[in-house]
């Protein structure tokens, strides 16, 4: 069984400072784990993933996530928040268990202020 | 040159009509998702087509049927349309892994449907 925990339903930063919006997951199996971005009124966007590679993945953007098996943790940050960075942030497991589901945490809204 | 489209982007309609959702995708993809985002913004998975072959049917009522006559093209159609219906559907493909897991999806950018 997998199942992910999005420690943060809103995180509000402040323009140019840094961006960390926390996920710790559950999985029966070496996961796979994606962060992905929604603006609003659109889809949902592939910011990064890790698939048993190395261990600190970079995505689009400036953002990236450090995998930690020990804490079970997949967090996402940014070093320097941009106003266009404000958006809704979705942590995914998938793992082999899973036929091809991806489990999606319940989100975290970020707010970047001026 | 959109790479998963949906229309119609906005649906407003009253109970207990018929309705349907279309997506087409030009990734060359072989594998198609119907998600179902609520207002509270949470997704739930509600069904997922490999090669027109359907893989993946949740707990869904049997008022929704997904039917795909290619496997670039995956199409949503509801009847008899009632209130908790109203909701964000995503359409999203994506490559078959032999793995099973480990494919990111392509989103399409939803299908507001209002039901009044």
């Known amino acids: 069984a997998q199942s992910v925990t999005q420690l943060d339903s809103h995180v509000s930063v402040s323009e140019g400072t840094p961006v960390l919006l926390r996920c710790n997951y559950s999985s029966s199996y070496s996961p796979s784990l994606f962060w992905y971005v929604q603006h609003p009124n659109k889809g949902l966007q592939l910011l990064l993933k890790y698939t048993s590679a190395a261990t600190l993945v970079k995505g689009i953007n400036g953002f990236e996530a450090e995998f930690k098996k020990s804490e079970t943790s997949f967090h996402l940050t940014k070093p320097s928040a941009h106003m266009s960075d404000a958006a809704e942030y979705f942590c995914v497991v998938s793992d082999r268990g899973s036929a091809r589901q991806l489990t999606f945490g319940s989100g975290t809204q970020l707010t970047v202020l001026p | 040159d959109t790479a998963v489209s949906q229309t119609p982007k906005y649906l407003v309609t009253q109970m207990g009509n018929d309705k349907s959702i279309k997506c087409e995708q030009n990734?060359?993809?072989?594998?198609m998702y119907w998600y179902k985002q609520d207002s509270k913004k949470f997704l739930k998975i509600m069904f997922s087509?490999?090669?027109?072959?359907?893989?993946i049917n949740e707990t869904v009522p049997n008022r929704f049927s997904p039917k795909s006559p290619d496997k670039a093209h995956l199409n949503l159609h509801i009847n008899s349309l009632e209130l908790g219906d109203s909701a964000v559907y995503f359409c999203a493909s994506s490559h078959f892994t032999l793995q099973g897991f480990g494919s990111p999806l392509h989103f399409g950018n939803g299908t507001r449907l209002t039901v009044t």
């Open positions: 990734l060359g993809h072989d594998t």
């Open positions: 087509y490999n090669n027109k072959e359907l893989i």
